[in-house]
């Protein structure tokens, strides 16, 4: 019988006496004048399990892999309810211990830097196995939510031939040698780019099955690094047809609380071990209990101009004014509405003032923007009328416009940053922190 | 009260005599000299609902979307147990009827070539939007199945700087201006290319969370046209530590019946609509019944030389192969193991005989290879010397030969292809088919 130590410490004492299989890494070893004692871990969870070796074994070390054959017995410590009585053990890859003092499997505290630099040995790490752990149940939860409400999974493009949120941020996608290219012969016969985000093809499919989302990587060339941004990021991008504004805000709202709600339960081992566990335990308890302050965004500016912010209607607000309302003023997420037309992408619906558009962005404490959304505009004159005004490529959009041309419906959808999620849920400083293999400017980390 | 279809016909009589608001587009209308009778569809569900008015509307077409409000009476036809008596309705988007004669969404038989040349317009076809359904299950039991046995859901990045199959058929990502270009100044700094594989990287995670898989993108510049290759497509890749070649083989097995299995109660209306529904059932079933059969690629070699086949071993063996095996020979799916060192990537494991690599392939009818997988070689001095054996880069793979320097352990894994799967499932001739917009040379599908 073998098992991962999440299972073994689920049956727990019910496994007295019983001779069992177990492998995994060493975490920590000590060793008195009869017995070694050695603390295993193998990822399942957070939680180790001692074994007990009745002779010191030289190579048994920190970091080293071990197949442990034993019996489960009662443990005589306070920290743990069963241990293993090791009766053979298999040692797998034996290294010198004096190279481990080189990487950050060493046994101290390591910078989030340090541990980032070696991406690849972070996992084997108690901070980043829970920071994945937490991450896997995030998407789980993302999955369940949207399939017990009849939501269908769909797989947009990652390779796309248009920049729908108008950034220029794009990273274009080539087969050329770069060195001797000759743009007429590269692989898709016309240019070619990596997605900024699915919204324009989740379109077409939620007039077709009315509620879908979608789960994939989006990316984004921006030169400027902050510890909010990443080049290559995960996105949740449900799009529902009949679906108004006050809808999405709702849909919106509900999605995440359901997250919080069920991480702080299916998370609770993880979550113990980061740093500042009560605020964060705080901080998301306090998120579930009051609905998100719905607030458009010419009342967002009178506010900032009113606490001596520089700013005038029109103007994006930035993340020093998010910051602003989120943990000074509100003290709690907001929901912003109806931004000028002039900062937002063409297809976001205009509303009857003509003045703004039915956008809306959900703005959490620290990480700022967790959520941009909108209802579309589904009216076939008024969103020309938008391509034109924007200066737009109408040919490369036909496709776009033509999902309006042969009856459409009011419809919206929104995009949930899933890395700023889980930065928000574990209190990560920086944004690197919470994906396995961060990508940014001049940096691809293995 | 606004359902949608599939929660109204689950409630279904318990409804009757109720004020219920349905939205959907017309599929179909008759009108007699009292009343017209449209045939609403809303995309959750394959099955329609019928609508009674009263008088008729000549904007009600085929494809128009309505708002109706009305009662829910019994069916007095035999298709359907409850209809709605329409007593008001919105009209949303009309548009001219001529208009419809050019798109898909006019009620005949298209080719597949047709609906994929308005992929924009394809859900709202009984055809597509049943794949969809079908493809959104199949990924939804994905999930649950490695959740439910304790696999965690890793992100392996998007943007490598490796070519992990070592097929050179790389997209390169870049944020150049391809006509004046300089590389040293390249977003990256480096070669970025779009990933062929999440393995490398899932490796160095199962290496510190035990189980994990993936479920993403990944792309292949080749050049040749198959309709079972897509540029871009979704791969599901598992990776466990303390997993030999045999537990990779159970686990692979295991994962697939469990899809099909479920698949076959889950989305049986959907099923229900496709050409060939009978023998989609049939080929489902079977493959549920028996075990695949286990073979060599030696014994492989020797039956297709037997067979008439022109080959040696050490060659690779092609669809055509494949097809013989398991179409005539065997009848059922194969995992063909153990192939030659040089036809397989460097990472697989060495076996005894020093000829062959510890691999697996499973190979199904039609769509031939559906997983690829491999013991991975976790001995580093052997790692080592196979890397020098392909000339490989040994700088750029520092990281991954470092996975087995601070100990490691055996470990094994599989690259699932999604699309091919649902080929498989939905009895597709062409991959396309089966992915929302596919890519493929010289063609981006919108």
Redesign the interface.
Known sequence: M?N?I??LLKTNTRLINKNIVV???VKHKRTNKLKTFVIIN???TIKNLQIIIEKEDQYINI???L?IKGIIVLSKGNKQTIELLAKNIKI????KYK??QK?I?QPKKHSYKKLRE????????NF??SI??I??NV??LI?KYF?KN?F??????????YDTEGSSN???????N??T?D?QSD????N?Y?TVSGQM?AE??A?????IYTF??A?R?EKSKTPRHL??F?MVEPEI??FNLKNNMFLAEELIKYIIKNILILSKDDIEILDNKNLIVNNLTKILNKEFKRISYTKVIKILIKNGYNIIWGQDINYEHEKFLVEIYFKYPIIIFNYPIDIKPFYMRKNKDKQTVAAMDIIFPKVGEIIGGSQRE?R?DILLSQIKYFKLNSTILE??I?????????HSGFGLGLDRLIQFITNSKNIKEV???P?S????Y?
């Not at 269908?152 to 796309?160: A, D, L, Q, R």
């Not at 400017?441 to 691809?444: A, G, L, V």
Request: net charge positive; charged share 20%; with cysteine.
């Open positions: 073998c991962t999440k299972q492998k995994g890494w193998d990822g399942s970091g080293i892999y197949k797998y890859g034996i290294f190279d481990l990487t499997l070696q991406s690849y040995l972070r996992f084997r790490t980043f196995s994945m752990r991450r896997h998407s789980y999955h399939h009849g269908y999974y769909i797989h947009t493009p990652i390779i796309t031939n794009l990273f274009q996608v080539t087969t050329l770069l060195k290219n743009l692989f898709f016969g016309e070619a990596l093809h077409a499919a007039l077709g099955l009315r509620k994939g990587p990316f060339a080049s290559e995960w047809a009949f589904e076939y496709w776009y033509n999902t309006r041309r042969f009856s459409t419906v009011p994906i396995p293999f990508r400017r001049n940096k691809i293995t």
